[in-house]
């Protein structure tokens, strides 16, 4: 089981997550983080550091953010490894809670 990046991390990607990874399991996109299942060892750290509460063990992920564990997997394969903290965007308070986000995602 591996924990995933769901829709609402799209335009918020704060990045407090990652700096708990015991294993760089972190991939950063212009706009959103993903999860390489192949890397995460179900350490459960990154869920409650998240703010956006954008993250969710596979088994707990909710019926409609599905799709998403394959999208982490595909994106985690592209992306570049993100092995410390950023500061988010300015706007990242704004876009959080906001539904219909998958739209956003910049690959």
Same mark, same amino acid.
């Given at each position: ?11 918020? @990607? ?9 294993? /760089?399991?972190?991939?950063? *996109? ?8 192949? $890397? ?18 596979? /088994? ?16 985690? @394969? ?8 950023k500061d988010p965007p300015a706007d990242?308070?704004?876009?959080? *809670? @906001?539904?219909? @986000?998958? $739209?956003?995602? $910049?690959?």
């Open positions: 089981m591996a924990f995933v990046v769901t829709e609402n991390c799209i335009k918020c @990607k704060y990045t407090d997550c990652v700096e708990v990874c015991p294993v /760089d399991c972190f991939h950063e *996109g212009p706009n959103f983080l993903v999860i390489d299942p192949e $890397e995460c060892i179900d350490c459960t750290l990154c869920e409650p550091e998240c703010p956006a509460e954008a993250i969710f063990a596979e /088994d707990d992920l909710p019926e409609d953010q599905a799709h998403f564990l394959e999208l982490n997997e595909a994106l985690s @394969k592209a992306w570049p490894v993100i092995r410390e903290q990242a308070a704004e876009w959080d *809670g @906001k539904p219909g @986000k998958l $739209e956003l995602l $910049e690959q």
